[in-house]
């Protein structure tokens, strides 16, 4: 199935979410679901209850997309095991379990990025901490790492994480060489311009 054909539910309140992802979390891979914008006189839950709920049963938020003038459109899923997790949803994290939210499902989704390691590998990103082959490859080019250190954090981020999400070892290096030849040219790579 893809993603337009699957179901669009209206949530009114947290509560109604909890209950679809209670009834569906685990018969279901996906859902879209539909948030009213401010202006909309419509209940709707807000995004950050909508994530919570979704992080209590192992789902998280992703693609959205607008409907009309009132309203978007939300993709939620099951969260896939090898999936990072951002600093915002583990303090998410940490607080459903304090407040004794967290379902078996959110449980199992943790100890596995716990286990597989997609729960730190956002951390060096978020620190803006430069992995070692990268360094070494920014200082092989005049003014590359002068060049990388004056650039924005959130362009920082983007490309750190573009260089630790590769999947391939030959992926990463290849990305590596390219952010370092161009950063010695004072330029980023093309899909980041």
Known sequence: M???EL????PKNKQHWREWLFNNHHRKDA?????????SDRKTISWSDAVDEALCF?????????????SYKQYFC???PNSTWSK??????????STNQMTKAGFKAVERAKQNGSWTILDQVEALILPEDLKQALAG????LEYFDGLSKSNKKML???IISAKRQETRQKRINELAELAGKGQKPKQFR
């Open 7 to 10: 179901e669009l539910f209206y």
């Open 141 to 144: 080019y005049k003014n590359a």
């Open 58 to 70: 192992g789902w998280i938020d992703s693609k959205v997309e607008s409907i009309d003038k009132e």
């Open 31 to 39: 859902v879209w679901l539909v948030f009213y914008k401010k202006q």
């Open 88 to 97: 915002i949803n583990k303090e998410k994290i940490e607080k459903l379990i």
């Open 160 to 162: 750190l994480y573009w």
């Open 2 to 4: 893809n993603k337009q």
């Open 78 to 80: 099951q969260r896939k």
